[in-house]
């Protein structure tokens, strides 16, 4: 089986290797992928891995190295399940890998869960895999890329509303260019006579990228935070860059009512023990907003919503994101490089596709 491994202290360097294909125990499947999305939530996901538990998901034998998760569609190649049945494809969470090997739990629904040992205390979202029917590759490319960066854009936007939006005059989306960014710029402006504007933060060659998709009031480089009104507001930070965050609240002060640490796309230009002015910026886990909807709402329904607010979205994504197609999972570590780096297009999503 080959795989991608991440030097889990240089999340840019990648190398590929192969181990032998592990023997299936009884109540165990083998999964082969099909294909997966590579995004800037993957360099989260290995800028994260220790702090939120993401190398936990995929452990591999050799120290300091580790499988980033992505989300893709599988197919069940081999079972000794009385679950699932050869042929059942599956959308979820994977290693950048060939294959998984999971213990399977099927609700009534039809939903599976891996019930192996070690992901047990590990979020349940991540653990939970949807069976889909044969869709066409490009519906299984918008929904690996988009489905989980919107997902968390949808939750952002009621999280948000769930707090009153902290009495905030003005949103402002940090790395606004990134699709959980603009996913959220976009959630948020279809809100209906809403009482704050949203103003998108993103780097100046990424400026008329985030403009031209029309959901920002304002759009501002990050040289230009100095500009920035001066009013109630809540910044929400995909980039986790500690020059601009710091930047933002001395600009604003007492006028920063919360700061949400999101993503970390800008990896490398993060630190967590920069003295920052005013108040302290808070981690928002997705997560946590699920289970407590889920408490809240009953079971389904905030899967439902987020369901209809994907696709909402996905049926004009045509108008703002190009697919690159990318053959083989050699192909997995430039991609990867390439985004871990910020040297990507913010229009393009990349899938790689194995078979």
């Known amino acids: 089986m080959q795989r991608i491994l991440v030097d889990q202290q240089n999340i840019t360097r990648v190398t590929k290797d192969a181990v032998p294909t592990e023997e299936l125990q009884p109540g165990q499947v083998r999964i082969a992928l099909e294909s997966f999305a590579l995004t800037a939530n993957n360099v989260t996901y290995a800028a994260s891995g220790h702090a939120i538990g993401y190398w936990k ?23 000794r399940s009385d679950s699932l049945n ?15 090997v999971i213990t399977p739990e099927v609700s009534s629904g039809g939903k599976v869960t891996d019930i192996a040992a070690h992901r047990l205390d590990l979020p349940a979202v991540y653990n939970r895999y949807l069976p889909v029917k044969d869709t066409t590759p490009d519906q299984d490319h918008l929904r690996a890329l988009l489905q989980p ?21 003005q ?10 960014g603009l996913g959220l710029c976009k959630y948020l402006a279809k809100k209906i006579d809403r009482g ?14 985030v403009a031209a998709a029309g959901a920002c009031d304002q759009v501002f480089s990050y040289d230009e935070i100095a500009d920035l009104p001066r009013k109630a507001s809540v910044f929400v930070d995909m980039a986790g860059n500690a020059r601009v965050k710091a930047a933002l609240h001395k600009h604003l002060a ?13 990896w490398d230009a993060f630190n967590p023990k920069v003295e920052l002015d005013g108040i302290k910026p808070e981690f928002f886990f997705a997560p946590a907003q699920i289970a407590k909807r889920r408490q809240e709402w009953g079971k389904g329904e905030i899967d439902r919503r987020i369901g209809e ?11 703002w994101l190009t697919v690159k197609v990318h053959m083989g999972l050699d192909t997995a570590p430039a991609v990867y490089e390439a985004l871990a780096k910020g040297a990507m297009d913010p229009g393009e999503g990349h899938v790689i596709r194995l078979i």
């Open 149 to 169: 960066l919107l997902a968390t854009s949808y939750l952002l936007s009621d999280w948000l509303d769930d707090n009153s939006y902290f009495g905030a005059d």
């Open 86 to 100: 050869v042929g059942t494809r599956l959308y979820g969470f994977y290693p950048m890998a060939e294959s998984l």
């Open 57 to 79: 998901f995929f452990p591999v034998d050799v120290p300091g190295q580790g499988l980033v998760p992505v989300w893709g569609i599988g197919r069940v190649v081999q079972t």
């Open 171 to 180: 949103i402002i989306i940090g790395s606004a260019s990134s699709k959980t």
């Open 309 to 319: 607010a994907f696709m909402r979205l996905a049926d004009e994504a045509s108008k």
């Open 196 to 209: 704050f504007g949203i103003i998108g933060l993103t780097s100046e060659g990424n400026r008329s990228f």
């Open 254 to 266: 007492a006028d920063l009512k919360h700061s949400a640490a999101v993503g970390i796309s800008h």
